[in-house]
């Protein structure tokens, strides 16, 4: 008999795996993108398959270019890239706008800082900031949500020329998201609690039966996928609960300072992309902090960020740019914030010993 | 008892239940057993014996060499085959020398010193003595020498005694079997270690995991006010000496310190009934309960087991092989070594002996790290592996350092969790070793700069001297010579 | 065009003579660098990089005028630090990378001349005139100037054994070293 001396221990693991990992937050995701997928009918459905496939090729393509296996097509995660970029997209946007998201978010994002893991900024984000900074108009016009089958909902047919068909006439069907709407308004003078009133009721934005991105218009549903992936020990409670938090808190501390400059913290919980970004987003693995105290700064940030850029800069929804700019901090959060060692005081040195000094 | 909580650490598939009710049963006697020098961490022992000479069982056939080191004894009585070098149970495999006993059959003891009369009021001293003699150390596999441990007392104020039945490791029941079926030794043990020690209270901790090893402890102990018996949380790495005393006391011991600064003292409940034999009835330690499991295994079973025994020869007592094994682990399979080969023998610190299959490894392919953070949350001592694998896969072992690499324990919980499956722990095995090797390089040479300068200052003064005598021969011969000129030229006035 | 001309070099000649100016009045006396280079070397003034000691080879390299791969017992690791120090790429191909040896005097051909232990610059050989040498290994570099100097040929330079407190596991994914295991 033989046996192999080339590892030392553990001999035993647990039954964990990156690929186990990627699939149970797709699968966690799957709630919320279905009803998002009725909601907005076959032009959705045609725009995920496209962002999803073009992410995939890309991948493969990236991998096959470096001389790496295609294995890695199989973990997961260009799946999980693509699917949280086509969540970000408005659902009626056209083919190739989920084309070029995927090329930066997966190619410029991901591969050319080396690959899974070694990115800095999250890809999907990356995708989503660089579409909506190149492209605005097409990434910011929103459609009423036109269900499968409903009445007035287009067909296949139909889908297939607003996807793939030369900028198809949305202006009969577009609508405003509520952060837009209420920036717009602000703007024109109105004040926000009396815009907040004209947006879709509470109810409705909790559902998702509200215009928006396609993570935007489901909050329960992913809300409820993100409980899933605390209870399976995926993600810890710190960076939502700090994100959710810190833009609540902002919310509700300014809205209490000018009710008419500033919206509530509960409208900026349940508006825009706040549940997918503290959720699913934010909780990136490769780009946020290692530690959990770490990451309780880190949250905190991204919701103080998300809350600074919806309501003083020029984009109504802010998420995906404060995930970028908290990412960049994340190695420096990550070499401030570590856990106190077993034995030593925080600073590094040896605890001292009671009755010496 | 108040508990205090314990960082981080995992909840392995714990696979007791294969040998949890297998009773301890003893290996009959081998015809040959291989005893190595060095069962312990310290000096190897000096053989007594030459090949040739006949021994009885007991007979002390090596003994220890300095301060930190343990004697080796006959387990059965017969004949010195050799005194040769085999392969150490060692994942290095590097030759050990070892005394090789040909068994007569006759197990025959030899002149046992005699047992310490009420060894609770022996002085601590004799019974330090005592354990030195019977050649304990640590049974739990950190094999340190027993009697070095029990002098902690001497210069450290201990106030409680730990002893270790926590027995974290998955597939391992040899310390769960010993306290169900020997807890009145153990327990009788462990007053005496504690008298030694000078601490006032003991605490037994256990595993809540093993329930009738903790009825028969504490009625074992139900006698003794000053020894408690507690359950203690089911979380690896609990058995770690370190965290096994915080979770008893709340006391956290400092970095580079003992349990002792703090006041207490962990031992096992194996070297525990080591010492009640050595000390009542002055036997020496001469066999151990061994666990011996794993998928690989035909019949899984407890044994008591000759040390010297080969685990080839342990192996086919449990019945062989009933699978191809993929690894062949001394110990836990947390913290154990992997065994080269199934020729070595059992020693010491031998607790189990683990044939495992593919199944129960799940061992796969090193993915690339996704920065999940599981090793930083369940690393029980507060590290962060994923950066300190980063440093040394670059070959930056100082800076792995300076984060910590030196306070890891090697428990395993960061491989163990790892999605990516990357060996955490090989690595950091590999900068420990490596910066130990450098230290002991860097005093080596300070050591050598100093006695090149004491050699350099040795041979001025000694050019000096020269010098200086020749100096002085030289004026001494000057002033000879003027005398004689001066009287020439008196001579000539 | 030749106002931008004449101002560049003015900001030139200007900040060139500050330079020359500072780099004569502000020079160190003492180069630190020779200190740190010396702090690397073995320190047991073995000379056979072909200077006198340590320190002599410590200034010749802190002076670019001597290669760093010249210290004999140092081996590759020194060779590696005074590389990394110097901001030098060490030419290490002509180098064979042994490991750290020790010297070994074979009692049957020792005739106890005494010429081993002068040679010694570390005092690492005992012995006494016409009786058996003895190396003490744990001061004993690897200079092997006694090796050199035995008329007998009883010395002989032996890795330094790894025993089970010595060893440790490689670094992972490394080729297994030669002495690995069947």
Redesign the interface.
């Known amino acids: 008999m033989t046996a192999h001396i080339d590892k030392s221990g553990p001999f035993t693991h647990a039954a964990s795996s990156v690929r186990k990992t990627m699939w149970t937050v797709a699968l966690a995701l799957a709630p919320a993108t279905l009803f998002d997928l009725w909601l907005f009918g076959w032009p959705a459905i045609l725009l995920f398959a496209v962002t999803l496939g073009a992410s995939l090729a890309i991948e493969a393509g990236c991998l096959a270019a470096q001389g790496k296996s295609l294995d890695a097509l199989n973990d997961g995660s260009v799946v999980l890239t693509g699917w949280l970029l086509a969540m970000s997209l408005p659902p009626w946007a056209p083919w190739w706008i989920g084309v070029i998201g995927a090329v930066f978010a997966v190619c410029l994002a991901k591969h050319l800082f080396g690959g899974l893991g070694q990115n800095v900024f999250n890809p999907a984000m990356v995708g989503r900031v660089a579409l909506l900074v190149s492209f605005p108009v097409q990434m910011t016009t929103w459609i009423a949500p036109h269900p499968l089958f409903a009445a007035g909902a287009p067909d296949l047919a139909a889908s297939i020329g607003i996807v793939f068909g030369h900028a198809a006439n949305l202006d009969s069907v577009s609508a405003a998201s509520a952060l837009g709407y209420v920036k717009t308004e602000l703007t024109r003078g109105t004040p926000v609690f009396q815009a907040v009133q004209h947006v879709s009721g509470l109810k409705d934005m909790l559902l998702g039966l509200r215009p928006g991105s396609m993570g935007e218009t489901s909050a329960v549903l992913v809300l409820a996928g993100g409980l899933f992936l605390m209870a399976r020990r995926i993600i810890s409670w710190h960076i939502p609960v700090a994100v959710l938090g810190a833009l609540f808190a902002m919310g509700t501390l300014f809205n209490g300072i000018d009710p008419a400059r500033y919206a509530n913290g509960v409208f900026h919980l349940v508006s825009g992309a706040s549940f997918l970004g503290a959720f699913f987003i934010a909780t990136d693995y490769v780009t946020s902090p290692v530690s959990k105290r770490g990451q309780l700064v880190y949250g905190a940030g991204i919701g103080v960020l998300t809350w600074v850029i919806r309501t003083f800069a020029g984009y109504p929804e802010g998420m995906a740019f404060a995930v970028l700019l908290m990412n960049a901090l994340t190695p420096i959060i990550d070499h401030h914030i570590r856990p106190r060692t077993f034995g030593r005081t925080r600073k590094g040195e040896p605890l001292p010993i009671k009755g010496e000094s | 008892m108040k508990l205090f909580p314990v960082?981080g650490g995992?909840h392995?598939?714990y696979r007791k239940e294969r040998t949890a009710e297998c009773a301890i049963e003893a290996m009959p006697m081998p015809a040959r057993l291989c005893i190595p020098l060095?069962q312990h961490i310290g000096a190897p022992a000096e053989p007594l014996v030459a090949e040739g000479e006949r021994v009885r069982k007991g007979q002390t056939l090596a003994h220890s060499q300095g301060a930190l080191s343990a004697p080796v004894h006959a387990p059965t009585s017969g004949r010195i085959a050799a005194i040769t070098e085999i392969t150490?149970p060692?994942?290095?495999?590097?030759p050990?020398l070892t005394i090789v006993l040909e068994s007569d059959g006759l197990d025959e003891w030899a002149d046992l010193p005699p047992p310490i009369p009420d060894p609770l009021s022996a002085p601590p001293e004799a019974i330090r003595a005592r354990v030195a003699e019977a050649g304990i150390v640590g049974m739990g596999g950190a094999t340190f020498p027993s009697a070095v441990k029990l002098g902690l007392g001497t210069n450290h104020k201990l106030d409680v005694l730990v002893l270790n039945g926590a027995e974290c490791e998955?597939y391992l029941t040899c310390d769960d079997r010993v306290m169900r079926e020997h807890a009145d030794e153990v327990i009788d043990g462990a007053r005496i270690m504690a008298h030694a020690l000078g601490a006032p209270r003991i605490v037994v901790a256990i595993e809540s995991n093993k329930p009738q090893a903790l009825e028969a402890m504490a009625r074992a102990a139900s006698a003794f006010a000053d020894t408690d018996v507690v359950g203690v949380p089911v979380q690896y790495p609990m058995g770690s000496e370190?965290?096994l005393t915080q979770a008893v006391t709340g006391r956290?011991?400092?970095?580079?310190?003992l349990t002792a600064?703090?006041g207490v003292v962990v031992h096992n409940v194996g070297t525990a009934r080591a010492v009640h034999h050595a000390v009542r009835f002055g036997r020496p330690l001469l066999s151990r309960v061994v666990t011996v499991s794993g998928g690989a295994i035909a019949h899984a079973k407890n044994v008591d087991v000759p040390l010297g025994t080969m685990v080839s020869e342990l192996m086919a007592f449990c019945g062989g092989?009933a699978a191809p094994?993929?690894?062949?682990?001394n110990g836990g399979?947390?913290?154990?070594?992997?065994?080269?080969?199934?020729e070595v023998p059992v020693i010491k610190g031998t607790c189990g002996i683990?044939a495992?299959v593919p199944s129960?490894?799940?061992?796969?392919r090193t993915?690339?790290?996704?920065?999940?953070?599981?090793?930083?949350?369940y690393?029980?001592?507060?590290?962060?592996p994923?950066?300190m694998a980063a440093f040394?896969r670059k070959d930056d072992l100082d800076a792995a350092a300076r984060?910590?690499v030196m306070?890891c324990v090697?428990c395993?919980s960061c491989?163990?969790?790892?999605?990516?499956?990357i060996?955490l722990?090989?690595?950091f095995?590999?900068a420990?070793?490596?910066l130990?090797?450098q230290d002991?390089?860097r005093r080596?040479?300070s050591?050598?700069?100093e006695?090149?300068?004491?050699?350099?200052e040795r041979i001025e003064k000694q050019a000096q001297a020269k010098r200086e005598a020749a100096a002085a021969a030289a004026a001494a011969r000057k002033a000879q010579q003027q005398t004689e000129t001066n009287a020439d030229d008196r001579a000539s006035a | 065009m030749l106002i931008a001309v004449g101002s560049l070099a003015a900001i030139g000649v200007t900040l060139g003579t500050l330079l020359g100016v500072a780099a004569r009045y502000l020079a160190v006396e003492e180069n630190p660098l020779e200190a740190e280079l010396l702090a690397l070397l073995p320190g047991s003034q073995c000379g056979q990089c072909g200077f006198v000691g340590c320190a002599q080879y410590a200034k010749a390299l802190a002076q670019g005028e001597a290669a760093v791969t010249q210290c004999a017992p140092g081996g590759k690791a020194v060779t590696e630090k005074l590389a990394r120090k110097l901001g030098v790429t060490a030419d290490l191909s002509g180098h064979e990378d042994k490991a750290p040896e020790v010297a070994f005097i074979d009692e049957a051909f020792c005739i106890g001349c005494l010429r081993c232990t002068q040679e010694c610059s570390t005092d690492a050989i005992v012995g006494a005139s016409k009786q058996m040498h003895t190396v003490i290994p744990d001061l004993c570099h690897g200079c092997a100037k006694c090796f050199k100097i035995c008329p007998t040929e009883a010395i002989s330079m032996r890795p330094i054994p790894v025993t089970l407190g010595t060893w440790h596991w490689d670094k992972p994914g490394a080729p297994a070293p030669a002495t690995a295991l069947h």
Not at chain 2, 90 to 94: C, I, N, V, W
Not at chain 2, 360 to 364: G, L, R, W
Not at chain 2, 379 to 384: A, F, N, T
């Open positions: 960082r995992v392995p598939d060095q150490a060692h994942p290095s495999a590097l050990l998955p370190r965290h956290e011991t400092p970095a580079r310190k600064d703090v092989l094994v993929q690894r062949l682990v399979p947390m913290m154990g070594q992997p065994l080269p080969t199934p683990l495992l129960e490894t799940n061992e796969h993915e690339p790290c996704i920065r999940c953070g599981s090793c930083v949350t690393c029980p001592c507060g590290l962060v994923v950066e040394i984060i910590g306070d090697s395993g491989s163990y969790v790892c999605p990516s499956h060996p722990v090989h690595y095995n590999y420990k070793g490596s130990n090797a002991r390089d080596k040479q050591r050598i700069k006695q090149a300068q004491v050699h350099t």
